[in-house]
């Protein structure tokens, strides 16, 4: 079943903060993030592992509830190279099969 | 590091007619898969496949896509027939390798496919 995102989509002033929120009706192996730009593919951000493992961007951080079954993304300090569609992927089998969520579109503005 | 490379990029088909689709994933990896992705939606997985393997391919309409990687590095992804439903993005993307704990998925550019 597709995790929900939430919100579907926000406008921010250059450096600004925003959460991007990810929730899934299932236990979750891993979360994954994602940033698609227009016409583009989708680049990987962040990877949030049962457990706590972690590996991603450095300036990316986000969190991830096991019991709650959710993740969050956190933007801080937002560029306008931040602008783009975010997507969260979940393994609720393992094995790595992802499925994405509808995305949040992210607007940075001067 | 030469990233994930997909071609064509763009492709539009009659509906009925056949279409295929190649990707070569990043040198190494082992773990491959192929997406479709709707205009305004998330990817969809199709096919996974672990080295020559397939690891599933649940979500693969088996009626009319198809899916092989035979030595283990590239892959081709074939619709026979297409559907007007079928217009999407196809997606590839490659992970080094799932089952050492490599779950990191790199995707390329895509093939854009408009079924007329």
């Known amino acids: 079943q597709q995790p929900v995102q939430s919100p579907q989509a926000v406008i921010l002033r250059e450096g600004e903060d925003a959460v991007i929120n990810c929730s899934s009706s299932k236990a979750l192996y891993s979360v994954h993030w994602y940033r698609q730009k227009h016409g583009e593919a989708p680049v990987f951000l962040m990877i949030l592992l049962k457990g706590g493992e972690q590996k991603g961007h450095e300036k990316i951080s986000a969190s991830f509830n096991e019991k709650k079954q959710q993740s969050s993304l956190y933007l801080t300090a937002s560029q306008l190279s931040y602008s783009g569609t975010y997507f969260c992927?979940?393994?609720?089998?393992?094995?790595?099969?992802?499925?994405f969520g509808t995305g949040t579109q992210l607007k940075v503005e001067l | 590091e030469a990233g994930v490379a997909q071609s064509p990029r763009y492709k539009i088909i009659e509906k009925r007619q056949s279409v295929a689709f190649w990707c070569n994933p990043i040198?190494?990896?082992?773990?491959l898969y192929w997406y479709q992705q709707i205009l305004g939606q998330g990817p969809k997985l199709l096919i996974q496949?672990?080295?020559?393997?397939?690891?599933?391919d649940s979500q693969l309409p088996k009626d009319r896509f198809s899916a092989e990687r035979l030595k283990g590095v590239d892959s081709t992804l074939k619709i026979q027939p297409a559907k007007l439903e079928d217009s999407a993005v196809y997606l590839c993307?490659?992970?080094?390798?799932?089952?050492?704990?490599?779950?990191?998925?790199?995707f390329g550019p895509g093939t854009r496919l408009t079924v007329t």
């Open positions: 992927g979940t393994d609720t089998g393992g094995g790595n099969k992802l499925t």
């Open positions: 040198s190494g990896h082992a773990t």
């Open positions: 496949f672990q080295n020559n393997g397939v690891v599933d």
């Open positions: 993307a490659s992970s080094l390798d799932v089952v050492a704990g490599a779950y990191e998925q790199y």
